[in-house]
């Protein structure tokens, strides 16, 4: 073979050869290369500056068509030599960009912060010092180790590998783990064939592993695959947004496009009209929808990192309001998940020290993935000298077993430990309390009630199991004619306060399933001791019997899905999810699969990494009522994006759907351009507020779900109302006051912004809006506008620039009139439509 000009292929060649191509050893790089390499090469993939960020959320804010149009339209009128509104209108367009902008650029800023928080480590070699660093920190040259539940952050070669499987569906599609071991391969080996390889974007299943970094960044073929194929998966909250979005914009183009045809009919000016057209059409566009949501997100996000609850991305908060059901292990959640050993007994039930030693020499050099079994093993007081550990068979999901071989210097021995079914189907003879050794089969019943004894007992079991061996070098395969030595005794008390916080979720209408692995017995012991009356449990053998269709239907009755295999949790919650919105909560490898297949995956802090990359949310602590919390921030996030929704398509659209109609029959224009935009100004203050507003206690006890049905009923009544009231006020001011066209644009200037604001106050609660308390920042912004509104027509300067008069202290009278008499009328009508209109809205 030749030697390569790049590192593409670098399955060809040995580790040897690499580590002296990247001039590293086998302690690994010095830091002071390491960090050379990093400068002179940038982090692993490239990323933009805070500049770029800032200056295309900027440009951003007016990329809409509409925004376009408008000033496209006022520039032109601009060289049409028709100058006065062009300064007014392109300043009120910038201060609305602005607005936007900054919001959004606060709410990044938040995401930035939870995504470094949540950021990828992983264990690297320097100077032949063990390290933990961020994965963006390593380079080519490296040296990492691995363990079960690692993903890998780069490209590597293997240097070394015990027992070692690696899940590579991300990148070949095969569900199965592949095993990987050192060696040389030809340069055309495929990729899915590539066994002395592992790839970044993949996580190691079972085993243990050193290896050589190769390619980082977006050299990796992970990074390459990014690149191509950047796409964000939509949640069915951003699909219903942007679809409702979609559907406003057609009636507000089509009614824009219809009135500006109209206009243009009856003689009036070319670009008065369509200034007026576009404006009317900004003005009833949902503009602040996208937004409103990025902002009422991130403002979540930030309130639910404050009760420890990290949200890796944004839009799956809308999600989390909508879960009714929550499945979870019990071990952290149910109960304390601080592993204490009760104790390590013989067949007989009795202490037994020998039994008591095995157990403590595997725990204590099992050296793959660490659990709260082998720590608390490794605290057991054993008066033995340490043996020498000469061979090890990690833990995996398929066996449930753990083998450690050592050389105790008078004999060699084989010791495993892990599920009793798996211990006791590879024994063939059982050590008695008395020392003798007799046949498995003859006590095989007994030892099997013992096991059913303690689980209904609750109290949690492994076994132990040893033979004498004569080779160094184990594998799984070795696993077979062992002698069975006895039980490791666990207890995991139930969680202080765990009932108070099931009884929490129960009251926001979230019901709770138990999914272990756990013996049958012991969970059913858990479940009635958290209160589950009369507790239904399925076990994993049962599910192998039952149809996926079912399934579907006998889910909804359990409540403890015992003895179940890794594989059978994404079975479960698929089957649920027909019936519910589920979260499941999971921190292990044998709980990827569920935490991927649920409406909500949830991780911890201290999960494995390929669990915590798989979830949507990681919990700073493993604690249920950490996320009782979290589901309260998802419903209000959800409520405060729903009233904007409720804003903009009832009062917003109805009042500029009014002036639209108004402009037909009017021989001038009810509001112009400048002053439309105005009113869409002053109104986004407060609207910006939305996202941080308080919500009842009442929107936060049901789960909220997305309705377009619900809320175009909304649109229709509340239009119609809205509309009804812009009518009053053009028969008012045209046939009672008989004003002239500069003050009917200022009474219908101040009316429309003055419902608009009074409406968020409405809107905003189901209840009588005097019995709900807004936020603060609303409430004084709001007052604001309403200060501001009501004095601009009275300030010279800036009335003459918009087009405003002063009105008759009487005309002032009659708008507030209509105003009130709004007021009283919709929040009538709001409460009897949410109680007509059942919704979980």
Known sequence: MQTPTQTNNFWQFDSKYWVQKLNSSLNGLSQKTAEDILANTGVSRKQKTHFEKDLFLFLGQFKSPLMLLLIGSVVLSAFLGDNSDVIIILF?????????????????????????MIALKCTVVREGIVHEIPANQIVSGDILTFKAGDMIPADCLLIESNELFANEASLTGESYPVAKEIGILDEKTELAQRNNCIWEGTNIVSGTAKALVINTGDQTIFGSIVQSTNK???????KGIREFGYFLMKITLILSAFILAVNLLNHKSVVESALFALALAVGMAPELLPAITTIAMSAGAKRMLAKKVIVKKLSSIQNLGEVNLLCTDKTGTITEGAI?????VDNSGEDNEFVKMLAFWNAKFESGYANPIDEALKKLSISNALPEKIGEVPYDFIRKRLSIAVDTASEKMLISKGAFIQIAE???QIKLSDGSIESYEKHQNDIEAQFEN??????RVIAICYKNISQNAIQKEDETAMTFAGFVLLSDPIKVGIIDTINDLKRLNVGLKIITGDNRNVAKSIGISIGIENPIVISGKELFDISQIALEQKVKHTHIFAEIEPQQKGRIIEALRKSFTVAYMGDGINDVSAINVADIGISVENAVDVAREAADFVLMEKDLSVLVDGIKEGRKTFANTLKYIFINTG?????????????LVLPFLPMLPKQILLTNFITDFPYLTIASDNVDDEQLAKPGKWDLKFIRNYMVIFGIHSSLFDVLTFLTLLYVLKVKEASFQTSWFVESILTELFILFIIRTHKNFFKSQPSKYLFILSILGFVLTVALPYVPFVANEVGLVPLPIFQLGAMLTIVTFYIITADLLKVWFFRKYRSDV
């Open 92 to 116: 009120i367009v910038l201060s609305t960009g602005l607005l936007s902008f900054f919001q959004e650029r606060n709410a990044g800023r938040v995401v930035e912060k939870l995504q470094s």
């Open 232 to 238: 964000n998966i939509e949640t069915s909250f951003e």
């Open 340 to 344: 204490n050993v009760k104790g390590v």
């Open 426 to 428: 590879i024994c063939t």
């Open 454 to 459: 303690y689980g209904v007992n609750g109290i």
């Open 651 to 663: 009062s917003t659209f109805g009042n500029m759907f009014s002036v639209a109609i108004a402009s």
